[in-house]
């Protein structure tokens, strides 16, 4: 049997090595050629190399994907996300069905759970109130969803108390549609000037994707600012003096 390396033919010699160029780093690497009795280890090296070559492609496509995922759902600079200021004993929301309320959606680590979610109960619309511990200024919102339950008309009214679905026709602060890239995490940009000074944030899901009767939220995340220091707890104590 003939060897050619690197325009060297070595002859069958039994245990004599040869220098060839390595697929993987271009640089002479060692073998055997084959005698009787003997495997050749180049076989094995190029095994692993087609291994660890198949492995190397497959981090590159799945840091590719988690790349892609975070920068959909990424707080926007200079913004926070607001759920540490929510007045959680205030949150309200109608007509959700009892085994998966608006907690599963809204509260941290609840609505990162992909088997809990928001879900409507007598037809697909929600109402949902949200009151902040803090003034805060309201920058963009995620709001994720099922492919075909996932929420689509969406109406945002600012400062708005004790709203119930026969003043989801009064003028919103905001509205606009859930696209498919919002139901997997980008945020949607609000009309920042009608967000200036936010007590609480009532949220109108009018319909879903699909047009069924059950509506489902993942998650509601509210990115913005803090506008001073000033406890609302603390301000309606006052008040009540």
């Known amino acids: 049997m003939l060897l050619i390396s690197n325009g060297d033919v070595a002859a069958n010699s039994p245990g004599r090595q040869v220098d060839v160029l390595s697929l993987h780093t271009y640089r002479p690497i060692e073998i055997w050629v084959i005698s009787e009795g003997q495997i050749c280890p ?3 090296r190029l095994l692993l190399l087609f291994f660890y070559s198949v492995r ?3 981090s590159c496509f799945f840091l590719l994907s988690s790349f892609s995922a975070m920068s959909s759902s990424v707080i926007p600079r200079g913004q926070v996300d607001l759920v540490d200021f929510v007045d959680w004993s205030g949150v309200e929301c109608l007509n959700q069905i009892g085994k ?36 805060v200024k309201l920058h963009s919102a995620v709001i994720t969803g099922p492919e075909e339950e996932g929420p689509r008309t969406v109406k945002l009214f600012a400062n708005k108390e004790h709203m119930g679905f026969s003043n989801v026709n009064d ?60 406890n609302m707890k603390d301000l309606k104590k006052i008040e009540d003096h």
């Not at 967000?195 to 319909?207: A, G, K, P």
């Open 100 to 135: 998966n309320p608006i907690a599963n959606a809204l509260k941290q680590g609840y609505r990162d759970d992909d088997g809990l979610h928001l879900e409507s109960d007598a037809d697909e619309q929600l109402l949902i109130y949200i009151p902040f511990t803090q003034v």
């Open 42 to 44: 180049i076989f094995f």
């Open 56 to 58: 190397y492609l497959s």
């Open 171 to 230: 003028p919103p602060s905001d509205s606009f549609n859930i696209s498919a890239d919002n139901l997997k995490g980008k945020p949607v940009t609000l009309k920042y000037v009608k967000f200036q000074n936010v007590r609480s944030l009532t949220i109108f899901i009018e319909d879903n994707q699909g047009g069924g009767d059950v509506t489902k939220l993942q998650k509601i995340s509210l990115y913005g600012t803090t506008v001073d220091t000033t």
